[in-house]
């Protein structure tokens, strides 16, 4: 009688087990995206990148960019320590809340979308005095 139940009991785990992984394997992702002002910051995988900004121990190279209406900026951290991209102006980061592109990792990168003109200000939140600039035409 015992063997019967255990061997009950194994299958539903067996079934719980199955249902857990099909859930986590077919359950839609949350989209990485955010939205302001028209301009949005996207995955890796759904942005063709106009240019590439370097963040070093002594900052962010080049330090101005300048783009077209609709293209990318991808920030590489080529630095030894964690660093941040945040819009100015610091601490509030309220200026381009698109450009809060949050904590990146050494040999991580982040990246935004510019789909309107302006002169976007941003800094490494750890180390506010590394500023850049994305001049969008």
Do not use: C
């Not at 859930?23 to 949005?40: F, G, R, S």
Request: aromatic content about 6%; overall charge positive; cysteine-free.
């Amino acid at each position: 009688m015992k063997h019967k139940h255990k061997e009950k009991t194994n299958r539903i785990l067996i079934a719980i087990a199955i249902l857990v992984a099909l859930v986590v394997l077919i359950a839609p992702k949350p989209e990485q995206q955010t939205t302001t002002n028209n301009n949005t910051a996207l995955p890796i995988k759904k942005v063709v990148i106009s240019q590439t900004v370097n963040l070093t121990s002594k900052g962010f190279a080049p330090q101005t960019v300048t783009i077209k209406v609709g293209e990318s900026v991808r920030w590489t951290n080529k630095s030894s320590a964690k660093a941040s991209v945040n819009s100015a102006d610091h601490p509030s980061h309220k200026l381009f809340p698109f450009l809060n592109l949050g904590l990146f990792n050494p040999g991580s990168t982040v990246q935004a979308r510019f789909n309107s003109a302006g002169t976007f200000t941003y800094h490494n939140h750890f180390a506010p005095t590394q500023t850049g600039t994305v001049i969008v035409k």
